[in-house]
């Protein structure tokens, strides 16, 4: 039994990538592939493993968030693990990495035997997110406020060029992470949001000061992941970000949405309060670790 790694390239493929993300992490949201194909950019690979011509594996180089590292995500679809398909695409991912001078290699794994897979090759854990859950039933919304107004991206779109600028370059700093996220304005525009009308902003006067929502699902369309929430410093213990989560919320059960959930950082106690006192409760976790490159441990047969 051979494992073939190759590039994803058609539409065909990118739909056989998210198959293989999908059965293994079902909880979590998979871009579509218009959303794929908008990520596209030099560096980013994504590839496909294959034994006798059937998909069984998929994995990910890209940056990281940060800019300080790759983020390497190789994925076996359940039903073929422990069959070396997993090894192939890491060190495929890493060798890739190494060739676009990255000397440090991220990975997030939710479960033990992820964990120790990673381990074998020098990753080490180096933070933690939860998973944070919610049911939506019938959701009034909040009582609106008279310092500043909510409104939907949908309503006015301008107003997410304006967030980046006014809530996301000062917030993302604070984000429990060793080095801040970098995120272009590009970024902004292409990943923090799919759809204008389950986002919301908090305006007051004509400063953005906080925004929320919902990343929706197309694969569970019930589902919903809850998109970056901030308020600006000033604002904050003035119940805007519980106000723009209540807002999301209603929208969620005005939509047929029936749960939602988030990830938490491990440091990033007031958000998990706040979503506690919303009534969320807690899933799994999620290990964030790091390796060196070029990575150490057991290479592919045939690998010098």
């Not at 809530?167 to 993302?172: G, K, R, S, Y």
Request: with cysteine.
């Amino acid at each position: 039994m051979t494992t073939t790694i190759r590039t994803a390239t058609t539409d065909a493929d990118y739909e056989a990538w998210r198959a293989v993300r999908i059965a293994v992490l079902p909880y979590e949201r998979c871009p579509s592939v218009a959303e794929l194909r908008d990520l596209d950019r030099p560096g980013r690979l994504m590839l496909l493993a294959e034994i006798d011509g059937e998909v069984v594996g998929s994995g990910l180089a890209d940056r990281s968030g940060d800019g300080e590292r790759a983020a390497l995500m190789p994925r076996v679809h359940p039903d073929f693990r422990r069959r070396g398909v997993g090894t192939d695409l890491l060190w495929a991912l890493a060798d890739h990495a190494v060739a676009q001078g990255y000397d440090t290699a991220g990975a997030s794994v939710d479960d033990d035997g992820s964990r120790l897979f990673a381990e074998r090759f020098g990753f080490v854990e180096r933070n933690r997110e939860v998973e944070q859950l919610r049911k939506i039933g019938d959701e009034p919304g909040p009582a609106p406020p008279t310092e500043y107004t909510i409104v939907s991206v949908a309503e006015r779109p301008e107003l997410w060029a304006a967030a980046y600028h006014q809530v996301a370059l000062p917030t993302l700093p604070d984000m429990d992470h060793p080095v801040a996220l970098k995120v272009s304005e590009d970024d902004w525009e292409k990943e923090w949001i799919n759809d204008p009308a389950a986002m919301f902003v908090a305006v007051a006067g004509d400063e953005v000061i906080g925004v929320a929502g919902l990343m929706l699902d197309s694969d569970r369309p019930e589902r919903a992941e809850v998109a970056y929430t901030a308020v600006r410093r000033e604002w904050r213990g003035k119940s805007v970000a519980a106000t723009l989560k209540r807002t999301s919320m209603a929208w969620a059960a005005d939509h047929g949405i029936t749960e939602i959930y988030t990830w938490t950082q491990r440091g990033n106690d007031a958000m998990r309060r706040l979503n506690e006192h919303l009534g969320f409760t807690y899933g799994i976790t999620s290990i964030s670790m790091r390796a060196p490159l070029p990575l150490t441990g057991l290479a592919p047969v045939g690998r010098d």
